[in-house]
């Protein structure tokens, strides 16, 4: 799962100080490293295994969405009444796990079609 992050950050375009608020705040030597395709999935940390497996989801939940997966990307970074008016991006770098579990569970609901 973290060489597949590593691909959405590029899609989603985010920065590598980005990318780190997302995967928990891991030291940015530690961080490059995983970039760089040097991990021990072993060491990888329960909360960043949460973390990846929630943008994941998330991902999944964007391609059911937006078949053209461009559309998702850009969803991202689009003003939302849901989150204050913010784009769903803003509520992921707030960085608490709980930011990224709300919006999976915002487009799980979408995607289930209340």
């Given amino acids: 799962m973290l060489r597949s992050f590593f691909v959405l950050a590029e899609c989603w375009g985010l920065s590598d100080l980005q990318g780190r608020v997302l995967l928990g705040n891991p030291a940015a030597r530690t961080y490059a490293r995983w970039k760089a395709g040097q991990f021990d999935p072993s060491r990888i940390s329960r ?46 770098l707030a960085g608490s796990i709980t930011d990224l579990a709300a919006v999976r569970a915002y487009l799980d609901a979408e995607r289930a079609g209340w």
Avoid: Q, V
């Avoid at 689009?78 to 769903?88: I, L, Q, S, V, Y």
């Fill in 47 to 92: 909360d960043t295994r949460e973390r990846l497996s929630i943008l994941m989801g998330i991902h999944k939940s964007l391609r059911y969405l937006f078949p053209d997966p461009s559309r998702g990307y850009a969803w991202m970074r689009k003003p939302n009444k849901t989150f204050g008016g913010a784009p769903a991006m803003n509520r992921l």
